[in-house]
C-alpha cells in the first residue's frame, strides 16, 4: 500500500501546484522538493517490493514511508483550506505563516527519512526484480461462464425442488465458506425447468445484520407494488401480508446466506404454515449446520461436499484459461495448483484469476509463472483451521499481484455493506473523486479508465458482475463476503477505512481512529450524530452513510456533520435529508464528489466555492430545482444529476463552458438553449424534464441544441403536462435528434404510436425505453425499414393492445422487457425468428403470457437453447 500511496500523492500534489498555485504561492518551493523525495520513495519502494515481506528492516521503512505519506497529505490538504477558508490578508498572515512551518518541518521529515532510505539502498546488493506487467491493456481471450462442478448435488437440489409434496418445503443447502453454495444457488435458480416450475422466483441475500422488515418488502416487492401504506407498517404486519400472499401461490424463494437459527425463526414468520401450500419451496443457503436441521426438519439437509481432483481441475483450468486449450507443459503445475486448493472454489476461482491474468504468448514464461505459484499454494498449508488460514493466503496472493494503481480501488470496496449490489457508475465516480484514478492519454477519459479498472478486478474474480446495462457494461457488481472481510482487515490495517459501529448501549465499537481516510456508517446513525463529543474525523477523504430509511435532519445536526470533516472528497449521504446546508459546507473545498438530499426548492449560489467538484448528485422533494450556481464556472464538472428539472442558471458570459461535463440529467426545457452545446462540448448524457410541447414548439428554449450535441450517446425525455398549455402532439423529426444517439428513454409523453416511426429512423438507436404511457392507443402497426440497430427494448404502463411486428422489423433485437402492459392481448410470434432475441421479460403482462411461451417453445425448437422467458405474476 506504500508503493500505491506514494504514487497516488505525487500525482494529487501535481494536481494541487496545476490547480491551486494562487493558494500554494508561500510553500511551492517545500512542495517541490518533498515532491522531488517522493519520486526517490516511489523508486525505493519499486526495487524492494519483493524483499519486504522477507526483510523486517525493510518492511519497517516501507511502514514510515507509508506514515509520512499520510502525513504530507494530510498537510498540504489542511494548507489548501484553510488559506481559501480564512484568506492572506490581515490577522491571519500568522496563522499561514504556521501552516507554512508545518509544512517545513513535514518536509524536513521526509528528508531525513530520504537520507536513511539512500543508505538502505547502497546496502541491499542489485536484484533483478522483475516488473508486473501493465495488465490493463492486455488482450485477454473469452472467459468460460458455465457453472463447474456438483453435477450430483445439482440433480438432486433440483429433484427435490420439482418433486410434489403434501408439506411446505424447505431445503437447505449447507456448506462452509468458499465452497459455492451461492453460486449453485443461483445456477439452480435460472435453471429453465425450474423456471417453467416456479414462475414466481424471488431471491433474497439476507446476510449477517438484516432487518426484519427490510427483507420482507423486498420479497413484496416481487410479489405487488409497494406504497407508503406498506413502508409504513411493521415487521411482523408485513410477514402476516407477506405470507397471506403466498397462502396458495407456486413459487420458489431463495434465501441467502442465513447465519443463525434466530435468523431463520424471524424469516419464517413470513411463510406459509407446513401444511398449507404445498406448491412453494424455499431454498436456504447457510454455513451453519444447525440453521439447516432446524429449516428442513425433519426433512434432511442438503450439505455441500468439497471438489473432487476432477472438479478442481476443471474449474482451475476454465478460470485460468478461459476458452483456451491447456498445453500439455502446463498440466502438471496446473493439477497441483488445483490440488492444493483443498476442494474450496473460491480459492480455485481466486487463484485461477491471478493466472488469467499473467498469461503470456510464450508457454515457457506461463509454465514458470504456474510452477512458481503452485510451490506458494503447496506452502500454505499449516496446522489447524488450516483451510481458512489457506484461502486468506490465497487472497494475499491475489492482493499482493494487483497492480498497485489497483490496491486502493479494490480496498475501497470494504465501504459498502455486505451482499450490497454496488452500482458500476457509482462506484467509479467515487474512485474518481478519491483521485485514484489517473488521467494517462488524451484517448480514454476517467471514466473510461475506471471501467477498465472495474473489469480487471472482475476478471481477477476479486469483484462479481451482477446485473449488465442494455449494451453489456457492468450495471451492478459485488464482493464476495471473504474478500470483502479481507479488505476490510487490510484497510483497518493501512488506516485506509474504517466502519462506524455501535452496541447496544451506544458505544462505538471499535473507537473510531483519528487516523483513518474513510468512514462509512450502515445504521443508527442516531448515535453517531448525538454522540458527545461531538464527531471529529479531520483526516477523512470519504464519508459514505447507507441506511434503510431517509432521515430528516435537524440544523443543528448537520452542522455537526459538515464540522466532522474537513478535508472531505467524497460526501455520499443520500439517506439523510438536509433542510438547510451550514455556510462551513462551502469551505471543504477538497469536495470531488457530493450525494445530497434536501428539501430546498433550489441550489445556492455557494457551491461555486466548491471549485473541485467533480459529480452532483442532487435528491429534492420538489418538482423543479432552481440552479442558483452557476455550473459553467464549475471547471471540473463530469457528472450534474437530479431527478427534478433543473433550471439552470443564464450565464452572463456566453463564453462559460466545461470540457470536462459529461452528464446533465434532469435539465427542464427552459435550459436548453442554443449555446448548450457549445458550453457542453463533451457531453455524453442528457436528460430534459418539463413541458416538451414548449421545446418542440420551439416556444421556449432551442430545438436545435439537440441536433447539434455531436457527442450525447444517451437522451432521456421526461414530461410534465401543464395546465393551460397544449398538449404533445408529435416528436421532432428524426435529423433534429442528437446525430450519434444510441439510447432514447420517453416518459409520460403520451402519443400516439404511429408517430413512433420517427424513432424507427434513429439510424444508431440500440436501446429505447418507453414508459409511463410514452405512447399510448391500442394499434401499433411496426413500419417497414426502421429499428435497423435496436438491440434492447422496454415499454412499461401503455394500454396497447395489438401489436404487429415481423422479425425483420427489428433484425438486432436482443432483449425485450414489457411491464404493466396488462391489456397487450399477445407479443408477435414473429420475435421468435430473430436469431439475435435472448432474453424476454414480462411484469403485470398475463393476457400475452401464453404467446410468450408459444415464443419460448419456438425457439427452443429452432435451436435457441440460450433464450430465456421470465413473467410475474406467475401463469398455473
Given at each position: 500500500m506504500a508503493e500505491a500511496a506514494t504514487e497516488f500523492l505525487l500525482n494529487n500534489l501535481k494536481e494541487a501546484v496545476k490547480h491551486h498555485a494562487h493558494l500554494i504561492r508561500d510553500a511551492k518551493g517545500n512542495i517541490e522538493k518533498i515532491e522531488r523525495d517522493l519520486n526517490a520513495f516511489q523508486a525505493?519502494?519499486?526495487?524492494?517490493?519483493?524483499?519486504?515481506?522477507?526483510?523486517?528492516?525493510?518492511?519497517?521503512?516501507?511502514?514510515?514511508?507509508?506514515?509520512?505519506v499520510y502525513e504530507i497529505e494530510d498537510v498540504i490538504d489542511f494548507y489548501i483550506a484553510k488559506t481559501n477558508e480564512e484568506g492572506r490578508q490581515g490577522r491571519f498572515a500568522k496563522l499561514l505563516k504556521n501552516r507554512a512551518a508545518t509544512l517545513h518541518s513535514v518536509g524536513q521529515k521526509v528528508e531525513n527519512i530520504r537520507g536513511r532510505v539512500d543508505e538502505m539502498k547502497e546496502e541491499i546488493s542489485a536484484h533483478n526484480v522483475e516488473e508486473d506487467k501493465d495488465e490493463t491493456s492486455q488482450i485477454r481471450p473469452p472467459r468460460k461462464t458455465d457453472v463447474v462442478g456438483f453435477e450430483d448435488v445439482t440433480n438432486e437440489l433440483k429433484h427435490r425442488l420439482l418433486k410434489e409434496t403434501e408439506y411446505f418445503d424447505v431445503i437447505s443447502l449447507i456448506g462452509m465458506f468458499g465452497l459455492g453454495k451461492t453460486t449453485l444457488a443461483w445456477k439452480i435458480y435460472n435453471d429453465q425447468d425450474i423456471n417453467l416450475r416456479f414462475p414466481t422466483r424471488i431471491w433474497v441475500s439476507v446476510s449477517a445484520q438484516f432487518t426484519d422488515k427490510e427483507i420482507f418488502l423486498r420479497i413484496l416487492n416481487e410479489l405487488t407494488t409497494l406504497n407508503d401504506d406498506l413502508r409504513a407498517k411493521t415487521g411482523s404486519e408485513l410477514a402476516d401480508i407477506v405470507a397471506a400472499h403466498l397462502q396458495n401461490g407456486r413459487f420458489l424463494i431463495v434465501l441467502d446466506d442465513v447465519w443463525s437459527d434466530a435468523d431463520w425463526e424471524r424469516l419464517r414468520a413470513a411463510l406459509p404454515p407446513d401444511n398449507t401450500n404445498t406448491r412453494g419451496k424455499v431454498l436456504i443457503t447457510s454455513r451453519d449446520k444447525e440453521v439447516g436441521v432446524v429449516a428442513s426438519k425433519p426433512r434432511p439437509i442438503e450439505a455441500l461436499r468439497f471438489f473432487t481432483k476432477e472438479e478442481s481441475w476443471e474449474l482451475f483450468r476454465l478460470e485460468a484459461l478461459g476458452k483456451l486449450e491447456c498445453p500439455y507443459e502446463l498440466e502438471p503445475s496446473g493439477r497441483t495448483i488445483a490440488e492444493n486448493c483443498d476442494g474450496l472454489p473460491l480459492a480455485i476461482v481466486v487463484i485461477g484469476g491471478i493466472l488469467f491474468k499473467s498469461l503470456d504468448s510464450n508457454v515457457n514464461a506461463t509454465k514458470r509463472e504456474w510452477e512458481k505459484v503452485s510451490k506458494h499454494v503447496s506452502s500454505y498449508i499449516d496446522g489447524e483451521d488450516k483451510t481458512r488460514k489457506?484461502?486468506?493466503?490465497?487472497?494475499?496472493?491475489?492482493?499482493?499481484?494487483?497492480?498497485?494503481?489497483?490496491?486502493?480501488?479494490?480496498?475501497?470496496?470494504?465501504?459498502?455493506?455486505?451482499?450490497?449490489?454496488?452500482?458500476?457508475?457509482?462506484?467509479?465516480?467515487?474512485?474518481?473523486?478519491?483521485?485514484?484514478?489517473?488521467?494517462?492519454?488524451?484517448?480514454?477519459?476517467?471514466?473510461?479508465?475506471?471501467?477498465?479498472?472495474?473489469?480487471?478486478?472482475?476478471?481477477?474474480?476479486?469483484?462479481?458482475?451482477?446485473?449488465?446495462?442494455?449494451?453489456?457494461?457492468?450495471?451492478?457488481?459485488?464482493?464476495?463476503?471473504?474478500?470483502?472481510?479481507?479488505?476490510?482487515?487490510?484497510?483497518?490495517?493501512?488506516?485506509?477505512?474504517?466502519?462506524?459501529?455501535?452496541?447496544?448501549?451506544?458505544?462505538?465499537?471499535?473507537?473510531?481512529?483519528?487516523?483513518?481516510?474513510?468512514?462509512?456508517?450502515?445504521?443508527n446513525f442516531s448515535y453517531f450524530i448525538s454522540s458527545n463529543p461531538s464527531p471529529s474525523a479531520p483526516r477523512v477523504r470519504s464519508f459514505v452513510c447507507f441506511s434503510n430509511t431517509n432521515r430528516p435532519l435537524a440544523p443543528q445536526e448537520s452542522t455537526k456533520i459538515i464540522e466532522a470533516f474537513k478535508l472531505l472528497r467524497v460526501f455520499d449521504v443520500q439517506p439523510l435529508k438536509f433542510s438547510t446546508i451550514d455556510r462551513e459546507f462551502y469551505n471543504l473545498v477538497h469536495l470531488r464528489y457530493i450525494a445530497l438530499s434536501f428539501t430546498l426548492p433550489m441550489l445556492p449560489s455557494h457551491f461555486n466555492k466548491l471549485w473541485n467538484i467533480q459529480t452532483l448528485i442532487i435528491d429534492t422533494t420538489s418538482p423543479t430545482l432552481k440552479v442558483e450556481a452557476d455550473i459553467w464556472k464549475m471547471k471540473h464538472?463530469?457528472?450534474?444529476?437530479?431527478?427534478?428539472?433543473?433550471?439552470?442558471?443564464?450565464?452572463?458570459?456566453?463564453?462559460?463552458?466545461?470540457?470536462?461535463?459529461?452528464?446533465?440529467?434532469?435539465?427542464?426545457?427552459?435550459?436548453?438553449?442554443?449555446?448548450?452545446?457549445?458550453?457542453?462540448?463533451?457531453?455524453?448524457?442528457?436528460?430534459?424534464?418539463?413541458?416538451?410541447?414548449?421545446?418542440?414548439?420551439?416556444?421556449?428554449?432551442?430545438?436545435?441544441?439537440?441536433?447539434?450535441?455531436?457527442?450525447?450517446?444517451?437522451?432521456?425525455?421526461?414530461?410534465?403536462?401543464?395546465?393551460g398549455v397544449k398538449k404533445l402532439i408529435c416528436l421532432p423529426r428524426y435529423d433534429q435528434f442528437p446525430p450519434g444517439l444510441r439510447s432514447l428513454t420517453l416518459c409520460s409523453t403520451s402519443l400516439s404510436w404511429k408517430h413512433i416511426s420517427t424513432l424507427g429512423s434513429l439510424e444508431h438507436l440500440e436501446v429505447l425505453k418507453l414508459k409511463d404511457r410514452a405512447f399510448t392507443g391500442n394499434n401499433w402497426d411496426v413500419k417497414d425499414g426502421g429499428f435497423r440497430s435496436l438491440q434492447f427494448l422496454h415499454i412499461e404502463q401503455t394500454d396497447l393492445a395489438f401489436w404487429r411486428a415481423s422479425s425483420h422489423h427489428y433484425p438486432k433485437l436482443r432483449n425485450l422487457v414489457l411491464k404493466n402492459c396488462d391489456k397487450l392481448r399477445e407479443i408477435p410470434i414473429e420475435l421468435a425468428d430473430i436469431s439475435s432475441f435472448q432474453m424476454l421479460d414480462m411484469h403485470t403482462c398475463i393476457p400475452a403470457v401464453e404467446s410468450a411461451k408459444e415464443i419460448k417453445k419456438k425457439k427452443t425448437k429452432s435451436g435457441g437453447s440460450e433464450f430465456t422467458l421470465s413473467a410475474f405474476p406467475p401463469i398455473e
Open positions: 525505493f519502494l519499486k526495487d524492494t517490493a519483493k524483499m519486504r515481506k522477507k526483510d523486517e528492516k525493510i518492511m519497517n521503512m516501507w511502514k514510515e514511508i507509508h506514515d509520512v489457506r484461502m486468506q493466503k490465497i487472497i494475499t496472493l491475489s492482493y499482493d499481484k494487483l497492480p498497485h494503481h489497483l490496491r486502493h480501488c479494490f480496498l475501497y470496496l470494504g465501504l459498502f455493506p455486505e451482499d450490497y449490489q454496488i452500482s458500476a457508475s457509482k462506484l467509479i465516480r467515487m474512485w474518481i473523486g478519491e483521485g485514484f484514478i489517473q488521467q494517462k492519454d488524451e484517448y480514454n477519459s476517467l471514466e473510461e479508465i475506471g471501467h477498465k479498472y472495474l473489469q480487471n478486478l472482475i476478471s481477477r474474480n476479486l469483484l462479481k458482475s451482477v446485473k449488465l446495462t442494455p449494451d453489456g457494461n457492468v450495471k451492478t457488481c459485488q464482493i464476495h463476503d471473504v474478500l470483502r472481510e479481507f479488505c476490510r482487515n487490510e484497510a483497518a490495517t493501512e488506516k485506509f477505512l474504517q466502519e462506524i459501529k455501535y452496541n447496544n448501549e451506544g458505544t462505538r465499537v471499535p473507537p473510531t481512529s483519528n487516523t483513518c481516510r474513510r468512514l462509512s456508517i450502515h445504521s464538472l463530469r457528472h450534474f444529476k437530479t431527478k427534478a428539472s433543473a433550471r439552470l442558471l443564464n450565464s452572463t458570459n456566453s463564453s462559460d463552458s466545461t470540457n470536462e461535463l459529461q452528464t446533465l440529467s434532469l435539465i427542464s426545457v427552459e435550459s436548453c438553449t442554443k449555446e448548450l452545446p457549445s458550453r457542453a462540448r463533451n457531453l455524453k448524457k442528457l436528460g430534459i424534464r418539463g413541458t416538451l410541447s414548449l421545446l418542440f414548439e420551439q416556444e421556449v428554449g432551442s430545438l436545435d441544441s439537440l441536433r447539434n450535441m455531436e457527442n450525447v450517446r444517451k437522451l432521456k425525455l421526461v414530461n410534465d403536462e401543464q395546465q
